[in-house]
């Protein structure tokens, strides 16, 4: 609930809007104790001051309420680590729930973006706020944190919120999240982003009965890299450094997306502003956490130990019609088929910290296996048990520390890595050891 | 959807150390051991050295494995239901390298009096390179975990949104701040030169300079706090040192039942009698079916897992399931 000071500039605008009314027909104090009872109900402060200004016959037009928000309201690019008793205008981006357990119980905190007209920012709710995705909100007393070299905004049991009509905030000019590649996650709008094009094609497409050519490929920076699609014809190449603002980020097949169109600008930048494309090339190590967070992730590395060697690993056929792998022998739409036999691993990779699945395919699993597929039919026809090979993958692989690349996707079940490289990892033990010795206290 | 519990890397001295076993809140939660420094440990992956394999009990069919690490010895119980583990535990000559994932096992003989074992799921023989490689990763995490405990120890009153502030993951805050409140005598410089022990054992060199192993920093509780009878203590006691030997009866101590995770085991087991046939049911075709019923692959496993540690499903063959 409100308290009374906090709500004092709204009965004096309040006041100020009635004019002569005021101690003819109403009190301030009147006025102040209808404005609270309003608010107990949870009506947004607009709303209340809008219908009480009726009520006493006079109209407040729609975004003309001009609610100042208790002290002066802070930009969202203004804000800095450490900040308190901040004042916001902003757009929630995204939200999200999450489950912590505090003292032994269980508790909900919900996460995500706000954005305003000059950046988008991550928050963290204490409590349930009940923000939803578009809703406009004025927050008092908010705080800042830094969160690994990111301002996170916190809401905690002192912050109000109040919503208030979106065209408040209008939408453009686009709020403008200046964002590395690492930091995309499907949701988020308004981003600005400086990344090199490592690869782009064209192709035909037929939007609204109208033929246009949309763009798609893989861009980069230091951080990371992501697939984009461009609705807009920009004469973007491969190797261009360029700033692109206005874009926003859609889950493409599990997989967070950067997508920009005729409303988005992009500039190109010089060609040194960027690392060159074979060092972004060499992939970017995440942890599984952070890929569980961003829920899916183009063209990354993990290093992770292969705890579990999945059934349906092994030697597997696979319908010759669907690719679907059979179940003795059968398709689940084909029937009775004969299968095309595979190879491939069904495996969970896990860092200590989080765990995801993971699949290899037959060329990294005849690697690791150090064996062709052809000697594994051979192996199962010996033993007359084709889950032979299934069993020596378990026997030579789990436990081993992995260094995975590939595409991470995410669907109901959490996040996949498709890989397209595996091998055994190699660390230099004696020297990280020396290194963490630095670090004891 | 129940998310498959990550195997989480902690040293024997450490673990064995825990005196708190707990639950989330909630439906379906397993159970966990809380280690001092804030891990909460249901699945375990270790990587150390197998010095014995014995049977325990009468029956003979209940493994006992020690598994030593640069801290301390973990203790593995295998029964005739993870018959696959135990042929090959028991088929293991020590000593030898041996990576396990297995789950975290509470024995109780009175309350209060809490001892941690562990119920392989998984094991195998590796190498010495490997091995090291595990105690990096675990120096790693547990250097983690001692920060966050140090910054949980400090606050008056340790709190979880405070920590978040200080860049700790809420997760790392949570367990932090659990532990700083469950443990009464925390001895953090313990664990500081447990932690540089392990880091030299991989480098005899590495020169820890200012580590002050003299130095304890001791987290006390406020005295009007409710105490156990049986104190927990800060520092390492193995089955060894306590001369308890839990028997077979009393081993596992399997986690209560929530009535929620009591229907899901009830719908798997009757699946399992209506496939079951001469050889048992296929593995696979029980995740299937029990799929059907709304739960995730992972989910199913857990189910299946939690029959099997309450004997009450056996896998007489790889990938088939039985009845007991
Ligand atoms: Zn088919």
């Known amino acids: ?441 | 959807m129940i998310r498959r519990e990550t195997a989480k890397r902690v040293f024997a001295g450490e673990y064995n150390a825990s005196r708190i076993e707990m639950k989330d809140e909630g439906e379906g939660s397993p159970s966990y051991v809380l280690t001092p420094l804030g891990e909460k440990v249901n699945r375990i992956f270790i990587v150390g050295v197998l010095t014995d394999v014995e049977p325990v009990g009468e029956s003979g069919e209940l493994y006992r494995a020690r598994i030593s690490d640069p801290t301390g010895v973990f203790s593995l119980y295998s029964g005739q239901y993870q018959a696959e583990v135990t042929d090959a535990l028991s088929s293991i000559e020590p000593p030898a390298y041996v990576a396990v994932v297995g789950k975290s096992r509470v024995y109780e003989p009175e309350p209060g009096q809490i001892y941690v074992s562990v119920r392989p799921e998984a094991v195998r023989v590796v190498d010495e390179n490997l091995r090291n490689y595990w105690v990096l990763e675990t120096c790693k995490l547990t250097k983690k975990r001692l920060g966050a405990m140090r910054e949980a120890a400090l606050m008056e009153s340790p709190s979880v949104e405070e920590m978040v502030k200080l860049s700790y993951s809420p997760e790392l805050a949570a367990n932090a701040c659990k532990a700083v409140e469950c443990y009464d005598e925390l001895d953090l410089g313990y664990y500081n030169s447990m932690l540089a022990d392990a880091i030299n054992y991989l480098s005899p060199n590495a020169q820890i300079e200012n580590l002050k192993r003299d130095e304890r920093i001791v987290i006390r509780q406020p005295i009007d706090r409710k105490k156990n009878d049986a104190a927990p203590i800060g520092h390492p006691e193995t089955f060894e040192e306590s001369g308890t030997e839990p028997t077979k009866e009393q081993l596992p101590a399997a986690a209560p039942v929530t009535p929620d995770n009591e229907a899901e085991e009830t719908r798997i087991l009757s699946i399992i009698s209506e496939l079951g046939g001469e050889r048992g049911a296929a593995w696979d075709e029980v995740v299937e079916r029990g799929m059907d019923g709304g739960l995730d692959r992972f989910a199913v496993e857990e189910v299946l897992t939690s029959l099997m540690d309450k004997g009450l499903i056996y896998e007489p063959t790889l990938g088939r399931l039985r009845r007991a």
């Open chain 1, 1 to 441: 609930m409100p308290e009374k000071e906090d709500i004092a500039p709204h009965v004096e605008e309040l006041a100020r809007v009635l004019g002569e009314k005021v101690g003819r027909d109403v009190t301030k104090e009147e006025l102040e104790e209808q404005l609270l009872k309003f608010l107990d109900y949870g009506v947004p402060i607009d709303q209340a001051k809008r219908t009480l200004a009726r009520h006493y016959g006079v109209n407040i037009p729609q975004g003309e309420t001009a609610s100042r928000p208790i002290g002066s309201r802070t930009l969202l690019s203004d804000v800095r680590d450490g900040d308190s008793k901040l004042n916001l205008l902003v757009r929630v981006i995204s939200v999200n729930p999450k489950e912590i357990t505090v003292k032994g119980e269980k508790k909900t905190i919900f996460y995500g973006f706000l954005g305003d007209e000059s950046a988008s920012t991550g928050f963290t709710a204490w409590k349930d706020f009940e923000l939803e995705k578009g809703d406009v909100v004025r927050i008092g007393n908010a705080y800042a944190r830094g969160w690994q070299e990111k301002i996170d905004i916190s809401l905690g049991d002192y912050t109000r919120i109040m919503k208030v009509d979106p065209s408040e905030l209008p939408r453009h000019p686009a709020a403008m999240n200046a964002c590395k590649v690492s930091g995309l996650s499907a949701g988020l709008s308004g981003v600005e982003l400086a990344t090199r094009i490592l690869s782009v094609e064209g192709r035909e497409v037929t939007a609204r009965g109208e033929q246009k050519t949309v763009f798609s490929g893989i861009m980069g920076d230091e951080t990371g890299k992501v697939r984009f699609t461009a609705w807009h014809d920009f004469g973007i190449k491969e190797g261009d450094v360029v700033r692109i603002s206005g874009a926003y980020v859609k889950d493409w097949r599990g997989v967070p997306q950067l997508v920009f169109d005729e409303n988005s600008t992009l500039e190109k930048l010089d060609g040194d502003a960027l690392p060159e494309a074979d060092i972004l090339d060499e992939g970017n190590v995440t942890t599984l956490a952070q890929l569980v967070e961003r829920k899916g992730a183009t063209d990354v590395v993990v290093n992770a130990t292969l705890i579990e060697v999945r059934p349906g690993s092994g030697l597997v056929f696979r319908c010759p019609e669907c690719n679907r792998v059979l179940q003795k022998g059968t398709c689940r739409l084909h029937d009775k088929v004969t299968g095309t036999p595979d190879l491939r691993i069904k495996a969970v990779l896990d860092d200590g910290e989080e765990n995801i699945s993971a699949v290899f395919g037959r060329e990294i699993t005849e690697a690791l296996l150090g064996k062709s597929m052809a000697e594994c039919m051979e192996e199962a026809r010996e033993s007359m048990d084709y889950e032979v090979v299934e069993s020596e993958l378990k026997a030579r692989l789990v436990g081993e520390p992995m260094r995975v690349r590939g595409n991470a996707i995410n669907d109901d079940y959490g996040v996949m890595l498709l890989a397209q490289e595996a091998k055994r990892l190699t660390v230099d033990i004696i020297s990280e050891a020396d290194k963490l010795a630095q670090e004891m206290i």
